[in-house]
Nanobody, 112 residues
Framework: EQFVESGGDLVQPGGSLRLSCAVS????????MIWTRQTPTTEREWVAT???????IYPDSVRGRFTVSRDDAKNTVYLQMKDVKPEDTAVYFC???????WGQGTQVTVSS
């Protein structure tokens, strides 16, 4: 399994960003996929789950602002972020639920 996250950037508060996670070694349409994030001073925080059937769930901190989706043909998972806040600043990772394997992450910095 390999996960390659991309799309992170410096964005102003209230802005939008779309993160991508190109996956190999498994089919994203068959697995429960999750996005998590981490800062140097916090533990890994879960931010989104996508089930094979398409159902999604989010924690209160991002619900209504983040949307997880996938492109089965590209075997890629996305995280659309809108109305971002400074507290969304973190390195974002994608992985298969229950797995201890993840990519290098992609840095999102929300600052004016």
């Amino acid at each position: 399994e390999q996960f390659v996250e991309s799309g992170g950037d410096l964005v102003q508060p209230g802005g939008s960003l779309r993160l991508s996670c190109a996956v190999s070694g498994l089919s994203v349409s068959d697995e429960i996929m999750i996005w998590t994030r981490q800062t140097p001073t916090t533990e890994r925080e879960w931010v989104a789950t996508l089930w094979p059937g398409g159902a999604t769930i989010y924690p209160d901190s991002v619900r209504g602002r983040f949307t997880v989706s996938r492109d089965d043909a590209k075997n890629t998972v996305y995280l659309q972020m809108k109305d971002v806040k400074p507290e969304d600043t973190a390195v974002y990772f994608c992985q298969k639920s229950g797995s201890t394997t993840w990519g290098q992450g992609t840095q999102v910095t929300v600052s004016s």
